[in-house]
């Protein structure tokens, strides 16, 4: 009996061993780290989730105009027609805030879908991460983002570098006739993909009649700053055929500006603005801006829609393109068009 169990134990021991030196037998092909497994498709109410189930973190941008009132408008109105949860989060236009905002709701348990208006296109690899890490669905919406496409699932806004092309071309029809074509371009918040595309698609369509920019600053999309900068340039030169406001509220500002330096907005000086808000129309009845090239706020239908359907797990297209128009002073229907507009 104690040598069968001396045999035992010799056996069992023999086999740790062989075992610990990976069976000196085969040749130890170096472990691969085993698989990062992909990222579970949808919550976990999928494949039937609702949008009762849905609790949105949602980081604006901040205040700065009639396009982002409507714009968060749109997504507070929507979320209690659909009865999903908003979790609304201001970033009062600084990115910084906006980075810890995403993080505060990575952390938030409730959070399952997070929904980014991005100040700036980079700096967000670590925090979308760290949203797939922790199984939220991520929708991008308003203004695109440099950030591989798996960190989140689609990106719902507009083409700004096709607003900057119409907006040439009608600078182009609006400059016709005049003894020059000299512009100045108030530009968008540095950094942020509006302010990046509306300006590069000007400068791609703004050769087609030699089109000359002779000042471009930002006016962080604001009128205050908008008229304060447009003020500077006439101090220094009233040489201006044309003024390209990357949005109507700068467009505002330097209507202003003009009318102070004794200039006629909209005959002296061509003005053209992007956004088409309500407010724009007003100003195109009163003569004070040419053109309006729209850029649709009413995002959050399209949003919300796309978050329950990668929450269900279904795959998305990466860039669904805002479809848009232009809006001009000369336009014989004018009056009516401003009535039918919803923001
Ligand atoms: O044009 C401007 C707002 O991101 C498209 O941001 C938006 C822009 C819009 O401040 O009015």
């Not at 408008?73 to 600084?94: C, I, M, P, R, V």
């Not at 709701?105 to 949203?131: C, H, K, R």
Request: proline share 4%; aromatic share 8%; glycine share 10%.
């Amino acid at each position: 009996m104690f040598r069968f169990k001396k045999i035992v134990f010799l056996f069992i021991v023999g086999m740790m061993v062989l075992t610990a030196c990976g069976g000196a037998a085969t040749t130890a092909a170096p472990t691969e780290p085993p698989p990062t497994p992909e990222p579970k498709a949808g919550l976990d109410c999928a494949p039937n989730c609702q949008y009762k189930d849905l609790v949105v973190g949602f980081l604006q941008t901040g205040s700065e105009g009639g396009w982002r009132a409507a714009n968060t408008a749109s997504f507070k109105e929507t979320a209690e027609q659909l009865g999903l949860t908003l979790k609304f989060y201001d970033s009062q236009n600084d990115l910084a805030k906006q980075v810890a905002g995403f993080h505060q709701f990575n952390q938030d348990p409730e959070v399952n879908v997070i929904v980014l208006a991005a100040l700036e296109t980079t700096g967000w690899e670590e925090v979308l991460q760290e949203a797939m890490d922790a199984g939220k669905v991520v929708v991008i919406e308003d203004r695109r983002i440099d950030a591989p496409e798996n960190l989140y699932v689609t990106y719902i806004g507009s083409d700004f570098a096709l607003e900057g092309r119409k907006s040439a071309e009608e600078m182009c029809k609006l400059l016709e006739g005049m003894k020059g074509k000299k512009v100045w371009e108030l530009v968008g918040n540095v950094g942020s993909s509006a302010a990046k595309d509306r300006g590069q698609g000007f400068r791609e369509g703004m050769g087609a009649c030699g089109i000359e920019i002779t000042n471009s600053q930002t006016g962080n999309w604001s009128a205050t700053e908008g008229k304060q900068v447009t003020e500077a340039w006439l101090k220094e030169s009233k040489d201006v055929q044309g003024i390209f406001a990357q949005n109507d509220e700068m467009g505002f500002g330097a209507i202003e500006a003009l009318k102070e330096a004794g200039l006629k907005p909209g005959t002296d000086v061509k003005i053209l603005s992007v956004d088409a808000t309500g407010n724009a129309f007003k100003a195109m009845l009163e003569g004070d801006l040419n053109v309006t090239v729209e850029c649709n706020p009413l995002l959050a239908p399209q949003v919300y829609e796309a978050a329950l359907k990668a929450a269900n797990g279904e795959e998305l297209p990466k860039w669904v393109p805002s479809q848009e128009g232009v809006f001009r002073s000369d336009d014989p229907n004018l009056e009516e068009i401003t009535a039918g507009r919803t923001y």
